[in-house]
């Protein structure tokens, strides 16, 4: 794999007409979006809505049955645009490797692909564990970790890789509100701090509004607006506002007043 | 097949990644060792239990060494250790590969562009396909001693050290046990295979691993049986 040179802006990536089905059922029915060179794009949607099966698509875990996606005009799944542009993805449970500990896990791309002498190997780990407040940490096993620590050592590893585009999945699910702060400054200290793109998949509604350059909602596998956090906000669609606004209500359930109503 | 195939390819990647290797062959021995030996202690000594007081009744005492001897080091170590094997490495196998399946893992691998077959499966089906004739060889041995002890202490059978061992020298010879360790070699490419595919196409949350480990033992059993039918009908000629 070749490396990018140090500090290189994020890269622009296309969806164009994305479908896929699973046994016959539609998820994704035709997305088309484009995220610019250095954005935090996010896209946030109910649950099921075909968000994370999006997401397996761009970093080519799932193949589409129709549309392209591409990572500066050039079909992601080419062995050339793998070799020619770095991508990573944070998961929305971490998936740590749960047999190696923290600095092995964070290292792993770098040990793996042979990239760098293990001293230097240790050097880097150390300092993108630091990156993300875990100092110190390199000898602990994923167990040991909470929920929070567990998504900041996945952001460590995918910054190892120095990407220009990172995925993140979830980033903020079952984390506390603090920890949920943590990881939201973590994903903007690092787009400010290198200019990657930034390609975020999540239903809460605080982490988007707080990162987002633009926001794409989603429902049942279709876009239903695309716009900076103002613009999706002031959006007319009753289904945006009604998911932007749920709220659970104690009084209005006693007097039988439902969301769905 | 294709999980095979894509191994075989792979192959020279072990010698890079020697030390996982290394790794996994450790573990196989250090989980393993203890119960062949006990395994095949056992096995010797029904062996002998079994055929000593008829071989003896009938005037062919010399005929025990040779007979518990051959049928150890030819099937029972080869096809016992390697049922063993499936159950205490396969499982492992199955189940550790799965639950990094279910839990994204080996997503996360390929995201950071790791191959994971170069990664998880060469490794212990390298590590497997040194340890289980190993292991074999040493089962023979382990029971051969177990016979050797039974004929001596069991007052139906009674036969000497030296008479136990002149007759197995009579009949077993080193093609015998080469045929053995060879079989072994085979079953535990099985194993590897069967186990790492079982992991590797893991579906669902632990009712999956749990179904992935069940197949994994299973499967490799079943073909274990199968190929000793064959490989045996094979080098008989």
Redesign the interface.
Known sequence: ?NAPPANQKGVALTVRGLRKSFNGQEVLKGLDFDVRPGETFVIMGPSGSGKTVLL?HL???EEPDAGEILLEGQPIQSPEV?AKYR???V???G?????LTVGENVG??LS??RLKPPEEIARIVAQNLELVGLKGTEDKMPSDLSGGMKKRVAIA?ALV?EPQLILYDEPTSELDPLSAVVIGEEIVNLQERIHVTSLVVSHDRDLAFGVADRIAVINEGRILAIGKPEEVRNHKDPLIQQFLHANFNKEALKSGVHLKQ | MVLFWRTLLAAPVAWRDRNKVFEQFFEIGNASLLMVCILSFFIGGVMALQTGPVLVERGLASAVGGVVGISICKELAPVMMSILIAGRIGSAMAAEIGSMRVYQEIDALRTMNINPIHYLVVPRITAISVALPLLVVFAILVGWLGGIFVCMANNRIEISFQGFVSGLQEVVQMKDVANGVFKSFVFAIIIGVVSCHQGLVTRGGPRGIGRSVTKAVVNSIVLIVIFDYVLTRILLT
């Open positions: 794999m397996k970093i080519g875990l793998l991508m990573a993805m998961f929305q449970s998936a740590l490797l749960n047999s792993l791309y793996e692909h590893r890789i």
